[in-house]
Structure formats: C-alpha cells, structure tokens
C-alpha cells in the first residue's frame, strides 16, 4: 500500500527549497529509510522552513499539493477566529490569584459525551495528606514531621501561603 502526501513529500518539496531535482540520496528514498533518517531530514526541513514567512511555504507547499499545517503559539490560539468558534479555548478562575486562566478544552467534542474541563487545578498541597494518608498508608505522626521538614505542604499551608504569583499564571 502506498500513501499519497508524507510518503513523496520531501521530493516534491526540493523545488520549493531551491534545490534542482536531481537523484535523491539513499537515506531519504523511501518511507522507511526517512524514518530511519528522520532527525537528519527534520532539521534539513526545519533549517530551510525558519528562514520563511508562513505565506511562503504555504504557497509553495500548496503548488506541490503537499501536507502542511501551522505550528500555533499560544498567542495564535488565544486569537484565532476557528478556535473560538469551536470552543477550543476555556476560561477558569484560578483559586490562588482568582484571574481567569485560559486552558485547552476538551478535544474532541462528542455529540453525546463532550466532556468539560471543570477546574484548573487544586492549590499545591490541597491532595497532600489525603494521598499521603489513603495510597501511601503514611500514620499522621509521619505527615507531621514530612510537613516540618518542608518535604510536603499541606491543604491548611496552601492556603495559608497565600494567592499564586502573577508571574506564575501567564494570558
């Protein structure tokens, strides 16, 4: 079986880097072998492709009708019209500093079961003495002296440090 696209890409793809067609090297003849190869050939793309604006490849990669997709930063995403169509993007309250905090959504949406991020995630500590307690089988005595030493920090110490530093809850 043969598939079209990843397959004969990087052939199609040389005039698009400026390098004439011409007898292709061994380690990048087949599918297999640019497996085996795939570091070499990842970084002889991905050389070629930094130097580009994303217009560019794009143009050059749809003359050749070869597989290509945008890597987005977070930033893209937080903008991009189809993620928030989609509902890709959630907005939660942050329990240590009460700012919103975007997150991924649920990927991918079912008809019938599609899924809900609910939290962002409890305060470090707030599980500590419960996982402590119920799956490792720590007597209190040894959660004590663990929370005395600063090995662990628990629920009451969590809340009692206060909110979350800006810096650590990024927009």
Same mark, same amino acid.
């Given at each position: 079986?043969?598939?079209?696209? +990843?397959?004969?890409? !990087?052939?199609?793809?040389? @005039? ?9 090297? @061994? ?7 640019? %497996? ?9 793309? %991905?050389?070629?492709?930094? &130097? ?6 794009? +143009? ?6 070869? @597989? ?5 930063? !977070? ?20 329990? &240590? ?16 079961? !599609? *899924?809900?991020?609910? +939290?962002? *995630?409890?305060?470090?500590?707030? /599980? ?21 030493? %600063?090995?662990?920090?628990?629920? /009451?110490?969590?809340?009692?440090? *206060?909110?979350? @530093? ?6």
């Amino acid at each position: 079986m043969r598939f079209r696209g +990843a397959a004969s890409s !990087p052939g199609r793809l040389r @005039p698009c880097a400026g390098r004439r067609r011409r007898r292709q090297a @061994p380690t990048f003849a087949t599918h297999q072998a640019r %497996g085996r190869n795939m570091a070499e050939l990842d970084a002889l793309i %991905g050389d070629w492709v930094a &130097g580009l604006r994303w217009r560019r490849p794009s +143009a050059c990669w749809t003359s050749t009708r070869s @597989p290509r997709g945008r890597i987005y930063t !977070p930033a893209d995403m937080l903008t991009d019209a189809h993620y928030a169509a989609r509902d890709m993007i959630v907005r939660l309250s942050d329990p &240590g500093t009460g700012l919103e905090i975007p997150m991924p959504n649920v990927v991918p949406k079912l008809s019938r079961t !599609p *899924g809900a991020v609910r +939290a962002p *995630g409890p305060l470090l500590g707030a /599980d500590t003495e419960r996982v402590l307690r119920e799956w490792a089988g720590c007597p209190e005595r040894e959660i004590d002296l663990l929370a005395a030493r %600063g090995v662990v920090r628990r629920a /009451d110490a969590a809340a009692d440090a *206060g909110p979350r @530093p800006a810096s650590a809850v990024r927009h």
